[in-house]
């Protein structure tokens, strides 16, 4: 009979190969949304049937990496203080989310690729909900313009975060603007139309 350590050893490194997997997922899709399962496994230091043993498909690693990229990124930002002016919550959310943006979007770009539009709005429902709720309490409170819909608001803050990670990447922003140039920007279209 096997001797109960050794099983908590191997859950163990399973647990270290997964996190490893992971990890040479997001790296590599990160530099090519189409990187192999052999190219994963490379980087991992991890043979192919190793990897296939924790994730049966690419789309399975791909929905995987996505999903504790999700996961990291509601661990910051659900400790965030988003009351109070809605204007101030809403640069609060930019300067503490773009980068995790950044970050995410060749993942979420290869999960475009592969995984059907319900399944990456279901991973991005909780985010993509906090920043509904925070412009609806704005356009509420009259800091942001209610003639368009918070929809549309929200999908404008989400184009504004990509393009400024593209722009970061191709070196044509400073990262250390970005926050500030993203702001700045959304702010501006968020608010109230000049009264005729």
């Known amino acids: 009979m096997p001797h109960p350590g050794a099983r908590t050893g191997r859950r163990a490194d399973a647990e270290q190969n997964t996190a490893r997997i992971l990890d040479a997922a997001a790296a590599c899709l990160c530099r090519s949304t189409t990187a192999s399962m052999a190219e994963i496994a490379q980087a991992a230091g991890l043979g192919r049937v190793t990897v296939y043993g924790h994730f049966p498909s690419r789309e399975a690693l791909i929905e995987a990496t996505l999903a504790r990229l999700l996961e990291r990124g509601e661990a910051v930002l659900g400790g965030l203080d988003l009351t109070g002016d809605p204007r101030q919550a809403l ?106």
Do not use: M
Request: charged share 25%; glycine share 6%.
């Open 91 to 196: 640069r609060t959310l930019i300067e503490s989310s773009w980068r995790l943006i950044a970050d995410a979007d060749a993942v979420l770009q290869a999960a475009q690729s592969v995984l059907p539009p319900g399944r990456i709005r279901e991973l991005h429902a909780k985010p993509a909900q906090r920043v509904e709720d925070l412009i609806r309490r704005g356009q509420a409170d009259g800091a942001f313009r209610s003639d368009l819909p918070a929809t549309w608001l929200v999908g404008v803050l989400y184009h504004v975060l990509k393009g400024a990670a593209a722009d970061v990447a191709g070196g044509r922003l400073d990262p250390s603007n970005a926050a500030r140039f993203i702001a700045a920007t959304v702010l501006a279209a968020y608010a109230p139309p000049d009264e005729p």
